[in-house]
């Protein structure tokens, strides 16, 4: 419950500049962060994740909103809950295990630089209280833990280093000053557009955009907790939770969002493991904005910076600095690759798909090797012992190990030390057999194991039992 308290704190100036950054009203952001963290911790698949108003999200929202308003906005976030459901129910979660161990650390890695470099502009025009009260918040984070664990230390420093600026009046910048709170609760809201096909098909690529984005990020936000607090989480079950969780910000004045990992990281190390905490949070986010909306306005927000360093300094994986120099030449590029396009674009599904083609690349190109070891049989035929495996991308190469002209009349190809894949494999050996055949020779094919059998089988092929 404290660690839930904690996060409410820290959602409240996110929300507020993702709302600016999306070009809609502050509330839009509390509220979608209010119903989509109260509404995850019930049907979400991961416990312990926060989910709320997000950065990536706000980025794709400005285009709907210049072009068509607010109002086509909650329709769009409606919609993308929709496409996020449908995702889930088509079992969408289980393509997170084709993201490379590569990616996912480079995709830490960079969510944490820009955690670092969203807070620098809090610093433009800043007096030396600022670096003082920034300071004074990590020495509470980084050193209450060693009177105490009990209570949150992050919770604790926004507490003190409130009543410090509020009780010596400093002049720093406050939650107030980023953008107007209205203390009045979230209502049920149709969205005011024309129900027609035309305008569906006019948010469509929006939502579509918004969906993909939100189920990225959520998916690799979710593995690292997994990680993290070495649990298992349903990621279906997660997929299908934000689609429910984004069609009821919709109802309800609020943009669409995904998962937090800064929130999420504040949430874990604060002790949150379980659905309450997220649903805490969400709460008690909305309790801040209603009874406590005076006081919230007074928080200053170099406290809520140092907890945001924090935050970025415990979300690096440090120890990937110290394992680049080690781990294989292609795993390093893709992490380096990832990281540098999720910070210079800010957007999170290129940066993660960019990093899967380069694995994919990389691993297709180390794949990519066959060999023939040619041995003479007792019998006078010609034995190339095939290793390697054979695919589209070693199927020229493949044909071009045979001696065609200069072998004997007899020719046995053994596969016990490779694997048919696909139909390009068959097509190469389909096109060296005819080879042989035209010149007059015999081919034997033997050694395929049961899966590349039934492959070859498939389309006509004769294999010996032999080998």
Known sequence: MLSGLTVAFA???????????????????????FCIAVTISIVGGRPGMI??????????????????????????????????????????????????????????????????????????????????????????????????????????AIIVMTIISVTLHL???????????????????????????????????????LAVVGITESLMTATIVDEMTETKSDKNKEVKGQG??????????????????????????????????????????????????????????????????MVSLGTFDWN??????????????????TVAIVVATSDLAIGVVSGVVLSALIFGWKSAKIK?????????????????????????HFIDLFDYRNDPQKVVINFTASHVWDHSAITAISKTKLKYEQLGKNVSITGLNEESRKLVEQVGLAVSSGH
């Not at 709302?19 to 809609?24: K, P, T």
């Not at 209502?187 to 035309?198: A, E, V």
């Not at 990937?320 to 690759?337: E, N």
């Open 11 to 33: 959602l409240i100036p996110e929300a507020i500049a993702f709302s600016i950054l999306a070009g809609v009203d502050p509330m839009v952001g509390l509220y979608a962060s």
């Open 51 to 156: 989910s709320a108003a997000t950065g990536a999200m706000a980025s794709l929202m400005g285009p709907i909103i210049a072009k068509y308003g607010i109002e086509y906005l909650f329709a769009a976030t409606i919609l993308t809950g929709i496409i996020q459901y449908v995702m889930g129910m088509l079992k969408f979660g289980k393509f997170i295990t084709f993201i490379p161990h590569s990616v996912v650390t480079g995709f830490v890695n960079a969510l944490a630089i820009i955690i670092f470099m969203a807070q620098l502009p809090n610093f433009q025009g800043a007096n030396w209280q600022m670096y003082a009260m920034v300071a004074g918040t990590l020495a509470v984070i980084y050193l209450f833990p060693l009177l105490t664990k009990a209570v949150p230390s992050a919770l604790v």
């Open 171 to 209: 002049d720093l910048r406050t939650v107030g000053d980023m953008g107007k709170i209205t203390q009045e609760l979230p209502f049920f809201h149709i969205p005011d557009i024309q129900l027609s096909l035309q305008a569906v098909w006019s948010i469509l690529p929006f939502s579509l955009a």
């Open 244 to 309: 429910i969780a984004n069609i009821v910000t919709g109802f309800f004045g609020g943009m669409a969002g995904c998962a937090m990992i800064g929130q999420t990281v504040i949430n874990v190390k604060s002790g949150g493991r379980t659905r309450l905490s997220t649903f805490v949070a969400g709460v008690f986010l909305l309790f801040l904005i209603l009874v406590l909306g005076n006081v919230v306005k007074q928080i200053p927000m170099a406290a809520l910076t140092g907890v945001m360093f």
């Open 320 to 337: 990937s600095l110290k394992t680049l120099a080690k781990i294989p030449r292609g795993d390093a590029l893709v992490m380096v690759v």
């Open 372 to 396: 023939a070891h040619a041995t003479a049989s007792s019998n006078g035929a010609k034995v190339y012992h095939i290793s390697g495996q054979l695919f589209f991308g070693t199927m020229t």
